[in-house]
């Protein structure tokens, strides 16, 4: 079985400073881990993915994650919040070979104040 | 190019109703997979097929059931709807080679938001 936990269901920062959502996991196999970006009334939207290859993992709009097996943990950081970057962030896990079937997290609202 | 599309966009049901929402995948995508998402928390796996066979089904009742067509769209089918069915339900596809492996991500539409009275 395989689990995600998004530590703070809602994170506020200040337009410019760092932004760190956190995410740990559980998965009996190697896992592939995802983080998914989700505006209002829309669709989730693919930030970046880690599938075994590097552990630094760059995705779009600044966006970059760490895989830490040690730590189970792929934490989403951008150096600096943009008003845009306000939404709903969902980190999620997958196990080959049913790599299509993803667990998600509970999901942590992110503000960014002017 | 077109993205994943979903009908309808929105729908009211009454309890014990039955509802059937569509999804047409992206051009080339073989694979489409349903997800639940209830307001407030993440979404949830109900199924996964590919080339018109269920490739995965997660822990939801027999209520649900999910059919693949030659041309890669999709319905998903909800009988006896119960009020805890009000959900966004969301359709994502992928170049999936089916047999789950992949470095190919889920590409999700905007969702069916089904309200339930």
């Known amino acids: 079985a395989q689990s995600v936990t998004q530590l703070g269901s809602h994170v506020s920062v200040s337009e410019g400073a760092l932004v760190l959502l956190r995410c740990n996991y559980s998965s009996s196999v190697p896992p592939y881990l995802f983080w998914y970006v989700q505006y209002p009334n829309q669709g989730l939207q693919l930030l970046l993915k880690?599938?075994?290859?590097?552990?630094l993992v760059k995705g779009i709009n600044g966006f970059e994650a760490e895989f830490k097996k040690s730590e189970t943990s792929f934490h989403l950081t951008k150096p600096s919040a943009h008003m845009s970057d306000a939404a709903e962030y969902f980190c999620a896990v997958s196990s080959p070979p049913a790599g299509n079937m993803l667990t998600f997290g509970g999901g942590t609202r992110l503000m960014v104040k002017p | 190019d077109a993205g994943v599309t979903q009908s309808p966009t929105h729908l009211i049901k009454t309890r014990g109703q039955h509802v059937t929402l569509r999804c047409s995948p992206i051009s080339g995508h073989k694979s489409v997979s349903w997800y639940q998402q209830v307001l407030g928390q993440g979404p949830q796996f109900i199924f996964q097929?590919?080339?018109?066979?269920?490739?995965g089904r997660g822990n939801f009742p027999d209520r649900f059931s999910a059919r693949q067509f030659p041309n890669y769209s999709s319905e998903l089918n909800v009988n006896a709807l119960l009020l805890g069915d009000s959900a966004l339900y969301l359709c994502?596809?992928?170049?999936?080679?089916?047999?789950?492996?992949?470095?190919?991500?889920?590409?999700f539409g905007n969702g069916t938001r089904l309200t339930v009275t």
């Open positions: 994502a596809s992928s170049y999936s080679t089916g047999t789950g492996l992949t470095n190919s991500p889920l590409h």
């Open positions: 880690y599938t075994s290859a590097a552990t």
């Open positions: 097929y590919y080339e018109k066979e269920e490739r």
